[in-house]
């Protein structure tokens, strides 16, 4: 059963910092991994979204990075705002079941991310 | 290009009654999936749908259980509700099931069973 962990659970930090948050998982054989924000009340906003036969993908200030073989990725944003606060959560696309042709996104539980003026 | 739209936003129902949450798609994806967003079980796979046909379904009762129509769009209804339902429900598209594909996400439906 695939699960997915993002430790830790909450970070602050001060305006201008580079940040790294981590997300691993413990099934290798996945399709695809996608990093989220989402807003207090919100839906999710997607970040990236990285192809397992991908190392990594880049938009702007954020950078992820996945190693399969590890299981392991990192988000990686640099010069933090305020603006960034939110929960950022990564998702895995994995097989569902042992049935071919299904899959599902899982989720890790997120990290609070509060970046401070 | 519009997003994924969800309605209602909010819905306040109590326990017994049922309820039934709408989606649609962002304009050419044709397959819809559904997560609960619980603070103790985060973000849970419902179900999901493409050509109006269900792919997958995730661990919830049958109390649990979606439709998708010709234009895409997708219902999903809760029967007879408990406490427990009370949750965030979000729906999300994609072009298609294929595995490559990203997925985006509505704003979501709050749900509070009383």
């Known amino acids: 059963k695939q699960e997915v962990t993002q430790i830790p659970a909450a970070l602050s930090v001060p305006e201008g910092e580079n940040l790294v948050l981590n997300c691993s998982f413990t099934?290798?054989?996945?399709?695809?991994l996608q990093w989220f924000r989402q807003d207090p009340g919100k839906g999710l906003t997607s970040l990236l979204l990285?192809?397992?036969?991908?190392r990594e993908q880049t938009s702007g200030r954020l950078n992820a990075s996945l190693d399969k073989s590890s299981g392991r990725s990192t988000l990686y944003i640099a010069a933090s705002q305020p603006g960034d606060s939110a929960t950022y959560l990564c998702a895995v696309r994995t097989l569902f079941g042992t049935q071919g042709g299904s899959e599902k996104l899982v989720f890790g539980k997120g990290m609070k991310l509060t970046v401070n003026p | 290009k519009a997003g994924v739209t969800q309605t209602p936003r909010y819905l306040i129902k109590t326990r017994g009654q049922q309820v039934t949450l709408s989606c649609s798609p962002i304009s050419g994806h044709r397959s819809v999936s559904w997560y609960q967003q619980t603070p103790g079980q985060g973000l849970q796979f419902l179900f999901e749908y493409f050509s109006e046909t269900q792919r997958n379904k995730g661990n919830f009762p049958g109390r649990f259980s979606g439709r998708q129509f010709s234009n895409s769009r997708s219902e999903m209804n809760v029967s007879t509700l408990e406490l427990g339902d009370s949750a965030l429900y979000l729906c999300?598209?994609?072009?298609?099931?294929?595995?490559?594909?990203?997925?985006?996400f509505g704003p979501g439906t709050r749900l509070t069973v009383l």
């Open positions: 990285i192809q397992s036969s991908q």
């Open positions: 999300a598209s994609s072009l298609s099931p294929d595995t490559y594909n990203e997925q985006f």
């Open positions: 099934d290798s054989a996945i399709y695809n």
